[in-house]
């Protein structure tokens, strides 16, 4: 069973860049679409940015585009999301997760598309 492992988060000031992995581990995930989602205390889960199985289709919430990258090496079984210009509102436990639907084509953004979660890593923003 395929088990994601997120690492990279930390405490960063703000306008500082963290870029955080998402491994893979028990099988591969090199033919599924990824993504990556946020949660901060109190709020619900949100959508952050996805990726298709190639890489070649992304997406981006509004609040990141410009600000962050999804990108992902297949070859590594490997996401990750390269964060610029952190705003303390951008402090949040990041999830990574996957669509267990092989070659499925285009990009997710919603929570119940998605099969398999990471257990998240930490990220905090200090102004």
């Known amino acids: 069973q395929v088990q994601l492992v997120e690492s990279g988060g930390g405490l960063v000031q703000a306008g500082g860049s963290l870029r955080l992995s998402c491994a893979a581990s028990?099988?591969?995930?090199?033919?599924?679409?990824m993504g990556w989602f946020r949660q901060a205390p109190g709020k619900e889960r949100e959508f952050v940015a996805a990726?298709?199985?190639?890489?070649?289709?992304?997406q981006y919430a509004d609040s990141m585009k410009g600000r962050f990258t999804i990108s992902r090496d297949n070859a590594k079984n490997t996401v990750y999301l390269q964060m610029n210009s952190l705003k303390p509102e951008d402090t949040a436990v990041y999830y990574c997760?996957?669509?267990?639907?092989?070659?499925?084509?285009?990009?997710?953004?919603?929570?119940?598309?998605?099969?398999?979660w990471g257990q998240g890593t930490q990220v905090t923003v200090s102004s």
């Open positions: 997760a996957a669509v267990m639907k092989a070659y499925l084509s285009g990009t997710y953004s919603l929570t119940s598309e998605y099969d398999t």
């Open positions: 028990g099988g591969t995930v090199s033919t599924y679409p």
């Open positions: 990726i298709s199985w190639t890489g070649r289709n992304t």
